[in-house]
């Protein structure tokens, strides 16, 4: 069965630095959108992307952040500049055209020292 | 802003008792998602429901839409020790493609 898949599963990093975070989404999907788990807190909408543009974002999305699709199978996230609170499972997720039902990977751990 | 209340927040239970947990929001929602959820793992999508009233069944899972679909339930009959996880909710509202999650139920079944 297709699934959403995500590297790495795990990155450490000095705060300042910048860090990319990979997904390839389920392969005929269209919507792609990344969510963040801070410990012991509820899963957060970061950001949705459809036709090679951001379609909608929340406000944890601020300049730090950006998203791109360098190519037909990934879909990236990089933090510009990591800050302690960025510290979280970073979730990708993808969906059909109708976006009823997202399919999430298995998360990057994202720890900022 | 949309918020999605889950209750209980825990619930420990032995094998094979029923149990119900709850999702509610004053917000309408167009569809609405289940997923459990492993410690460091991603939520794994156990059910959508889109229309009011809607009712649907996984084996020993029977989730229903409320008939304003502002709240939903997620029972489980004969509960097992497999099914110890993190239950979350999680909504979509109008045409935004966004989820909003609740806070998830912490169930654990004892053998």
């Known amino acids: 069965e297709p699934e959403v898949t995500q590297t790495p599963s795990h990155q450490v990093t000095q705060m300042g630095q910048e860090v990319i975070l990979r997904c390839v989404p389920i392969?005929?999907?269209?919507?792609f959108y990344w969510y963040r788990q801070i410990l012991g807190q509820k899963v957060e909408f970061l950001v949705s992307f459809y036709n090679n543009e951001i379609s909608e974002k929340s406000e944890i999305f601020d300049d730090q952040f950006s998203v791109e699709r360098p190519d037909g199978s990934n879909f990236t996230l990089k933090i510009r500049s990591t800050k302690l609170e960025d510290s979280a499972m970073y979730f990708c997720?993808?969906?059909?055209?109708?976006?009823?039902?997202?399919?999430f990977g298995p998360g990057t751990r994202l720890l900022v020292l | 802003t949309q918020l999605l209340e889950q209750s209980p927040q825990f619930l420990s239970i032995q094998e094979g008792e029923n149990l119900t947990v709850y999702c509610n929001s004053s917000?309408?929602?167009?569809?609405l998602q289940w997923y459990r959820q492993e410690p460091g793992e991603g939520p794994v999508l156990l059910v959508t429901v889109v229309t009011g009233g809607e009712v649907k069944k996984l084996k020993r899972l029977t989730f229903q839409f409320g008939d304003a679909r502002k709240d939903s339930s997620l029972h489980i009959t004969a509960a097992q020790p497999g099914d110890t996880g993190l239950y979350l909710c999680?909504?979509?509202?109008?045409?935004?493609?966004?989820?909003?999650f609740g806070s998830g139920t912490q169930l654990t079944v004892l053998p």
């Open positions: 392969s005929n999907h269209l919507y």
């Open positions: 917000s309408v929602f167009s569809s």
């Open positions: 999680a909504g979509k509202s109008g045409s935004a493609r966004q989820l909003t």
């Open positions: 997720a993808s969906s059909t055209w109708r976006g009823e039902t997202q399919y």
